[in-house]
């Protein structure tokens, strides 16, 4: 069962840009939600997570149950936000479902 | 902290061969292990979960006597694909959660595997 959703493949802003990254999920139990980002040439890498309700690089997230979304949200993109995103679901047994990722493309 | 090794990055081997990839914790202790495995541009797949010290749970669809885990200690798993054929051929992820368990995944950085 597809767990988590992210619609887009690819999202292209210019610099300065608000820049929203969608995520939808389902899970019938209490799931936290993450956000992983892969730099070029690098392994994936923790941004952010629900539970901490924090601004990691100008970037946030608030996990919206009644809609089942974790939406990622920054008001000005810059360059070095370039990058895949990727959602995450860790399930009441600590298993992680990732989404198919969104490339983000800051450009100039 | 909190780096995951995986060995090799990059292997090619032939069809009916066995390969194995190792993932290490180098500074932490895992006491859960995941597999992930990861198609051209698509999503990471989780493959099984494995617990130092107990059999790894696979996912629906994943073949355990294909993919053989072993987590022999809280800083090594294995993944060993057994008998393999060209559409093994794939990019494979490990992760590791810490025995603090904050919720956070620690990557390796892969291992790609080229089945001919």
């Known amino acids: 069962a597809q767990r988590v959703t992210q619609p887009e493949k690819l999202l292209s802003v210019f610099k300065g840009a608000p820049v929203e990254l969608k995520c939808n999920y389902s899970?019938?139990?209490?799931?936290?939600l993450f956000w992983y980002v892969q730099y070029s040439r690098q392994r994936l890498q923790l941004l952010l997570r629900?539970?901490s309700r924090e601004s990691i690089k100008g970037f946030t997230a608030d996990l919206n149950k009644g809609e089942t979304s974790f939406h990622l949200k920054k008001p000005f993109a810059q360059e070095e936000d370039s990058a895949m995103y990727y959602c995450?679901?860790?399930?009441?047994?600590?298993?992680?479902?990732f989404g198919s990722g969104t490339k983000l493309n800051v450009k100039p | 902290g909190a780096v995951v090794s995986q060995h090799p990055s990059w292997v090619i081997c032939k069809s009916g061969t066995s390969v194995k990839i190792e993932c290490r914790s180098l500074?932490?202790?895992?006491?859960?292990m995941f597999w992930y495995r990861q198609f051209p541009k698509q999503s990471l797949m989780l493959m099984a979960t494995?617990?130092?010290?107990?059999?790894?749970?696979?996912e629906q669809g994943v073949e355990k006597d294909k993919f053989l885990i072993n987590h022999a200690s809280l800083t090594l798993s294995t993944l060993t694909v057994t008998s393999a054929h060209p559409e093994d051929s794939s990019f494979y992820i490990c992760?590791?959660?810490?025995?603090?368990?904050?919720?956070?995944?620690?990557f390796g950085e892969g291992s790609r595997l080229t089945v001919l």
């Open positions: 992760s590791a959660s810490r025995r603090s368990n904050t919720g956070e995944l620690f």
């Open positions: 899970y019938s139990g209490s799931p936290e």
């Open positions: 629900h539970i």
């Open positions: 995450a679901l860790s399930d009441d047994f600590n298993k992680f479902y």
């Open positions: 500074d932490f202790q895992a006491t859960t």
């Open positions: 494995s617990n130092e010290g107990s059999k790894a749970t696979y």
